[in-house]
């Protein structure tokens, strides 16, 4: 990780004296003290420096520093995205309400007879549906589904953190991995837990 000119003077000052509070700190840098505060919260946050309450900010080590942040962000899609879990359009509610429990999963993407993907469909949407309609056999997935070209996608050389700004920007938990040559070709799926798997894994 690499800092800024700022954050590396505050470690040289607290590897010569440790420890300092927030204030001293900010004096020395003839600053103001919320000016350093996110400096001091991202220092701490990585392990370098430890906050002791009544004492004052304590260098600690490299700590975090040296994590493999190109391993944790800059990482492919298609090295850590799951199997996308599919259903035809002209699947009944019925059928996908039994798919999407059976196996587990927030999201149906729905594909056409040739494979390609025209929407997806979300518990919520299969939720509202159930509630809507008393016979769940009657009404195909094709009508409840969220259309194209109203889904985010992502492709395999995304990497890690591109895909989860998408996630986040967009208040979504997952999205399906299609090929860049190909958008409507379904390979896989990416979800902010299988992101929060991977930061855990690399840790």
Known sequence: MEFTER?????????????LTGEEIA???????PTIRGDLRLLTAVEVLTARPKVGYVYHGNGQAGVDY??????????????????????????????????????LFVVDPKGQLVGLI?????????FNNSKPESVLA????????????????MTVKQAGQ???????DSAPVVDKAAPQRVTGKITKNRIFQHFIEQA
């Open 70 to 107: 190109a391993a944790l962000y800059d990482k492919p899609i298609s090295a850590i995205m799951q199997p996308a879990p599919t259903i035809k359009d002209d699947a009944t509610l019925q059928e996908a309400i039994s798919k999407l429990f059976l196996q587990d999963v927030g999201t």
């Open 142 to 157: 094709s009508i409840i589904m969220t259309r194209m070209p109203n889904i985010v996608t992502v492709t395999a050389d």
């Open 166 to 172: 998408l996630l986040l920007k967009h208040k979504i």
């Open 122 to 130: 979300s518990r919520k949407d299969l939720l509202r549906a159930s």
């Open 27 to 33: 004096k020395q840098l003839k600053l103001s003290v």
């Open 7 to 19: 954050q590396k003077t505050i470690i040289q000052m607290l590897k010569a004296k440790s420890p």
